[in-house]
């Protein structure tokens, strides 16, 4: 039973528009959310954070944005650049600082010069 | 700093064969985690320790698996004995309790193929 969903395993975008990718949970006692972005024969790296108290946090051209009602996130890239193509995954943990994260399966995002 | 250090890189073994994956987590780090990705399920948490001890293994699938850290700069991840379905990524990754952050960093996996 996935409590963490990414329900569009990819996504294409022109070079310099926006990308959306959405994150699904069901587990209401998670209270902190991370995107993590992978290349390819790569480990996943740590890009953006927020909170439950949160309801959106930004990173230059990173936004995380929560909607606990919905217990959904998404993250936005604005503007997408070709670097920007990599699988991003989803992660949520119960408190902040506990150790355990549960992760999605991941979207595929391919940025088109 | 070198990162998560993960060995080897790509392990192609046989079914029934024993299977050992090795991890070095950053040093001064105190929690360490083994992941397995697939496609299907994305990265599951498999074991995590925390100061060496192991806290949580309920992501191991089988008895097939184990994991151990013998000290803080060195753990193991063993399948014995292998199977095809047992074929994945597994990534280490670990993390240093503070208040500056809650990230794991993550090292570049083991891939692994058991024919």
């Known amino acids: 039973d996935q409590q963490v969903k990414q329900n569009s395993p990819s996504l294409s975008v022109q070079e310099g528009r926006i990308s959306i990718l959405n994150c699904d949970y069901t587990n209401s006692m998670f209270d902190y959310f991370l995107w993590y972005k992978k290349y390819p024969a790569e480990g996943p790296t740590f890009l953006i954070s927020?909170?439950?108290?949160?309801d959106k946090n930004e990173d230059g051209r990173f936004t995380v944005f929560l909607n606990k009602s919905a217990k959904h996130l998404s993250l936005h890239i604005v503007p997408s650049q070709p670097g920007d193509s990599a699988v991003y995954f989803c992660a949520a943990s119960g408190t902040s600082g506990t150790y355990k994260y549960i992760f999605g399966t991941g979207t595929r995002l391919k940025v088109l010069a | 700093d070198a990162g998560v250090i993960q060995s080897p890189r790509h392990e192609v073994t046989e079914m029934g064969q024993e299977v050992t994956l090795r991890c070095k987590p950053i040093?001064?780090?105190?929690?360490l985690f083994w992941y397995r990705q697939t496609m299907m399920r994305g990265l599951e948490l498999l074991i995590y320790f925390n100061n060496n001890v192991p806290i949580d293994d309920s992501g191991m699938p089988e008895d097939r698996f184990s994991a151990k850290m013998p000290n803080a700069s060195f753990s193991t991840l063993k399948i014995q004995p292998s199977e095809p379905r047992d074929s994945a990524v597994y990534f280490c990754?670990?993390?240093?309790?503070?208040?500056?952050?809650?990230?794991?960093?993550f090292g570049p996996g083991t891939r692994l193929t058991v024919l």
């Open positions: 990754a670990s993390r240093r309790t503070s208040i500056d952050g809650d990230e794991q960093f």
């Open positions: 040093s001064g780090h105190n929690s």
């Open positions: 927020i909170s439950s108290i949160k």
